[in-house]
């Protein structure tokens, strides 16, 4: 069940999301965070999605767009190339 659909584009400072499911199908640009908690819900981006930091704790995530900002993630964060980032992250701050 999708707790809050979106058909465009959202332009937002952050946002802080827990258990809902957001369904957005055009771009997500955050002026600051995305963050991620609790394990029930999940965000999906059909679009590109811009932020500076994008945090997933115990949260699924899905970009089928492209993605810039920092990615931390434990689990669930699925899209083009964020594997390599949050790898990349990981190996960089060990």
Known sequence: MVNMLVTGNVHVKSINKGGGEFYI???????????????????????????????????????????SGTVVGDRGVEGPMLYIAI????VLNW
Request: negative net charge; hydrophobic residues 35%; aromatic residues 18%.
């Open 25 to 67: 199908k055009g771009d997500l640009i955050a002026e600051q965070t995305i963050y991620g908690y609790y394990n029930h819900g999940e965000l999906t981006v059909e679009g590109r999605t811009q932020a500076v930091a994008i945090f997933a704790d115990d949260h699924s995530f899905t970009f089928k767009g492209g993605v």
């Open 87 to 90: 790898l990349l992250y990981y």
